[in-house]
Nanobody
Framework: QVQLVESGGGLVRAGDSLRLSCAAS????????MGWYRQTPGKQRELVAT???????NYADSVKGRFTVSRDNAKNTVYLQMNTLKFEDTAVYSC?????????????WGEGTLVAVSS
C-alpha cells in the first residue's frame, strides 16, 4: 500500500515562509514526476509546481520567484519552499506522485495540508 503524507502547513502572516514536505511510503520501485497542487473552496485544483526524477521543474506563473520545489529521491520525498507568502496563496496543498513498478505506473495523491496566510 502506497501512501503520500504531507506536513508543514499552518497559519502564517503575509510575507512569511513555510516549507511543505511530502513523503511517499510503501512498496515503490521508482517515482517519476512529483509535484504540488492547491485548491480553494469553489475553485478547481491548480498546479503549483512539479519536478521530474532528474530535477527539471515547472511552476505556476503566480508562484515563480517565490516558491521552490525540490526532492530527495533517496527518501522518496518532495518539498515546497514557499517564501513571501501572500493572502491569495491560502489553500489546501496536496502532493502528487507518479509511482512505478517496472513499466506500470500509477498516480497517487496525499490528503492535503492547509496553508492559511493572513493579510
Amino acid at each position: 500500500q502506497v501512501q503520500l503524507v504531507e506536513s508543514g502547513g499552518g497559519l502564517v502572516r503575509a510575507g512569511d515562509s513555510l516549507r511543505l514536505s511530502c513523503a511517499a511510503s510503501g512498496s515503490i520501485d521508482g517515482i517519476n514526476d512529483m509535484g504540488w497542487y492547491r485548491q480553494t473552496p469553489g475553485k478547481q485544483r491548480e498546479l503549483v509546481a512539479t519536478i521530474t526524477n532528474i530535477g527539471s521543474t515547472n511552476y505556476a506563473d503566480s508562484v515563480k520567484g517565490r516558491f521552490t520545489v525540490s526532492r530527495d529521491n533517496a527518501k522518496n520525498t518532495v518539498y515546497l519552499q514557499m517564501n513571501t507568502l501572500k493572502f491569495e496563496d491560502t489553500a489546501v496543498y496536496s502532493c502528487n506522485a507518479d509511482i512505478c513498478w517496472g513499466i506500470r505506473c500509477m498516480d497517487y495523491w496525499g490528503e492535503g495540508t492547509l496553508v492559511a496566510v493572513s493579510s
